[in-house]
């Protein structure tokens, strides 16, 4: 199969995956709604074209919390990384070092945080969810500061978890989910081999670290369920700040006001998020959320965004709608799933000439020169 764009990979992992991984992957909340929007509302904004501007010396490096970025590119937080490709968050957090951007551990993630921080040479990033067992959530950020991670990502838009009906029919879960996911893998022999039997330990990382015992998918799912907390609220953060002195960074805002809470909380960082539509089915996209927030916060906070990002194109209109930084979820995973640390290091570098022949054509030189004179209104 040929890989020309980035876009290409979303086939390659389907045809990688058994169904129940991929659909886990590919799907949203409820009917799916916002999950299309993402991408659509993303793709309807149009650059605007600028010719005759000596474009030499063009760069895409970004600033972030004492770091520099080859590009305005973090790898978002993606659970169960290590079911999609063997070792999985090993091969992504390798693939960003050689291109210079950050890797966010997930809370859920296969591999544990003390087996992937070493394999980078830059700091880590790790995201934790706000659970209700405390004890769990002080023992990651002990684990965390150990391994040298840097900044916090701190995921508080699931309070409860989404309904993500295409996992029932999948096999994910529902009726005779594990005999479906055995009769997926066997008639998938390659991913079989090589994440079935030897990507082993199918573990929770930190999950099993912290309860002394094995886990594995059934728990996950059970784990999760009964562990998010609808109690939340601002004031619960509180003692985390405690325990986090470095860059911590909000992950789910959608509305001015949160985002406007997040700064008086002394956030350093927000992203402007729904989960990719995984959560609350029918809210806006993100790329038309962004700029009422950027009207709000725009300097107080470092914004990032995600949700509905495919090409370096759609990081280009991001910043331009006043994002400083993007994440990547699915589009990431789809070139892990397809073709491990090389697909993921490929996807970043196609990223990366989309995002130049875009700057160049919008006359922008550099991040601070996009914005949106850089669009059209259409
Ligand atoms: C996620 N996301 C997520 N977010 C988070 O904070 N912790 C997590 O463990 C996960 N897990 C997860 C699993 C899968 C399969 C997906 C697709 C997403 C959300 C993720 O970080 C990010 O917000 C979205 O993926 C962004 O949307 P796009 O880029 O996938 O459209």
Not at 256 to 264: F, H, L, S, Y
Request: net charge negative; proline share 5%; glycine share 8%.
């Amino acid at each position: 199969m040929i890989i020309s764009a980035p876009t290409d990979y979303r086939a390659a992992a389907q045809r990688a995956l058994p169904p129940f991984l991929f659909h886990y992957i590919d799907g949203g909340a409820n009917q799916e709604h916002t999950l299309s929007r993402n991408c659509e509302d993303l793709q309807a904004i149009a650059l605007k074209q600028r010719v005759l501007r000596n474009m030499e010396d063009l760069s895409l490096s970004c600033d972030l919390f004492g770091d520099t970025l080859s590009m305005p590119i973090a790898l978002a937080p993606v659970g169960l990384t290590g079911m999609y490709a063997r070792r999985g968050e090993v091969q992504a957090a390798r693939a960003a070092d050689n291109k210079g951007i950050p890797f966010t551990l997930s809370t859920v993630s296969v591999c544990p945080i003390e087996e992937v921080a070493p394999v980078m040479a830059r700091p880590m990033w790790f995201q934790l969810y706000v659970l209700k067992d405390r004890g769990f959530m002080k023992h990651a950020l002990e684990r965390a500061k150990a391994a040298g991670v840097t900044t916090l990502v701190f995921t508080v838009d699931m309070p409860v978890p989404g309904a993500r009906y295409r996992d029932r029919h999948s096999g994910m879960s529902g009726d005779y989910a594990a005999l479906k996911r055995v009769w997926q893998a066997a008639c998938h022999p390659k991913w079989a081999w090589d994440v079935g039997l030897n990507g082993k330990p199918h573990d929770l990382g930190n999950i099993s670290a912290y309860r002394g015992e094995p886990t594995q998918l059934e728990d996950y799912i059970g784990w999760l369920g009964a562990n998010f907390d609808p109690s939340i609220s601002w004031k619960d953060l509180e003692w985390i700040r405690e325990f986090w002195q470095g860059p911590m960074i909000i992950k789910g805002i959608l509305d001015p006001e949160d985002a406007k809470d997040a700064v008086k909380f002394g956030a350093d960082g927000i992203v402007v998020s729904n989960h990719g539509g995984r959560q609350l089915d029918g809210v806006l996209s993100s790329a038309k959320a962004l700029p009422a927030i950027a009207d709000a916060v725009k300097g107080e906070v470092k914004i990032m965004v995600d949700s509905g990002i495919r090409s370096g194109l759609d990081v280009v209109r991001m910043i331009a709608l006043g994002a400083d930084c993007t994440l990547l979820g699915r589009s990431f995973i789809y070139a892990l799933a397809a073709q491990g640390q090389a697909g993921v290091e490929h996807l970043l570098s196609l990223y990366e000439s989309e995002m130049r022949v875009a700057m160049t054509l919008t006359g922008a030189k550099s991040l601070a020169d996009l914005n949106l004179d850089a669009l059209s209104q259409i």
